[in-house]
């Protein structure tokens, strides 16, 4: 019985391993694909959150929707009141964009040195949630039906008049893994959509670089890091650009300023803060930490 009982734990921990690394396999592969069409998707440029340190009217609102006694959020599927009506001039048909104002929970816990600084220097997150056309209009109130989602709408949702945004179209131009410094502006990574701290192809990361600082819709940035540096905040063994422990030395204690830069990837500014950046990660090499730098192309 005994036996039996730890062949099973035995082929349960095989089995684990080998769905970790499968994961880990199809994850390299997934993260080495460039983004294979030539303009962002609706989603990546209508659901990318913008940070700004300037404050967005929330004078226009989303009140609930129907079935509100026992309903928390509202989705594609119901119908939405706001507090916009005939008397504000909305007309059947009009479109607005929601958004909401968000703060990470985690805040306390940084990734590294300057994330919460930099974080105050940006500016206040604003989510993306979805977009609104209008059904049917009253007086004071409208009833409208979500046309693009986000993520679920709570009360008090700010509404904005809907303004379609550019986008930006992909350069052809190949990720060059040695590429020397631009001598363009530098910022850093300062987290991920969803508050996030990890990022590949595909993902949006907020940079602390905006258009007070000449920052354009459609630029480019190049993310990458120095080895050796000791910014990051979670446990690190020092030293080890140049040293491992029972693994070689080198006779020369290098730091990270005298050692190649690393290229990671490189990604498209889709909306911009007056200090503050939201970047398409477009082409990795390797997996991008909140804390590695960037340069604009």
């Known amino acids: ?155 008090g949702d700010i509404i904005r008049p809907f303004v379609a945004r550019p986008v930006p179209q992909f350069h052809q131009t190949k990720l060059d893994p040695f590429a020397p410094p631009s001598g363009k502006k530098t910022a850093m990574v300062v987290n991920g959509k969803d508050y996030t701290v990890l990022g590949g192809a595909g993902h949006i990361v907020y940079i602390n670089l905006g258009s007070a600082q000449g920052v354009r819709i459609g630029d480019y940035f190049r993310v990458f890091r120095y080895q050796g540096t000791h910014l990051e905040t979670n446990y690190q063994v020092r030293d080890t650009a140049y040293k491992a422990y029972g693994f070689g030395s080198t006779p020369v204690a290098y730091e990270w300023n005298n050692l190649p830069r690393q290229i990671l990837g490189e990604g498209i500014v889709l909306r911009m803060g007056p200090n503050s950046s939201t970047v398409l990660l477009t082409d990795i090499r390797f997996e991008i930490f909140a804390g590695d730098y960037v340069e604009l192309e």
Request: glycine share 6%; aromatic share 8%.
């Open 1 to 155: 019985m005994r036996m039996k009982s730890s062949y099973r734990i035995l082929v349960i921990g095989l089995n684990v391993a080998l769905c970790s690394l499968a994961s880990i396999g199809s994850g390299r592969a997934q993260q080495a694909q460039p983004y294979v069409s030539t303009t962002p998707t609706e989603a990546d440029v209508y659901c990318s959150d913008v940070i700004t340190n300037q404050p967005v009217p929330t004078e226009s609102y989303v009140i609930s929707g129907e079935n509100s006694r026992y309903k928390t959020t509202f989705g594609p599927d119901d119908e939405i009141f706001i507090n916009r009506g005939a008397e504000n001039r909305v007309k059947v048909g009009d479109e607005f964009e929601v958004v909401r104002a968000i703060t990470d929970y985690m805040a306390s816990t940084v990734w590294f040195k300057y994330q919460a600084m930099l974080s105050r220097a940006m500016g206040t997150r604003y989510a993306d949630i979805g977009r609104l056309r209008v059904r049917h209009v009253d007086a004071k109130t409208s009833t409208a039906e979500m046309s693009l989602a986000c993520g679920p709408i709570q009360r």
